[in-house]
């Protein structure tokens, strides 16, 4: 998913309708909208996705009973 993109720069911009952004930081892109997908568990279009992004570090499956 792209937002576990070590790319994925997710911020807040109050000046448009939808506040979340979702930009891509690779050098390719530069600052360009990230393509997604955010929810479903499949590739990027862009071809540039690496995992590393800021939500890698959360579970895999949230409410599997594990912790630790």
Known sequence: MAIDCRWLKRSLDPAR?????????????????????FLEDME???????????ASARPRKLGSGHHG
């Open 44 to 54: 990027t279009g862009c071809g540039l996705w690496e995992h590393g992004g800021p």
């Open 17 to 37: 309708r939808d506040p979340y952004t979702m930009s891509c930081t690779h050098i390719v892109r530069e600052g360009a909208e990230c393509v997604g997908p």
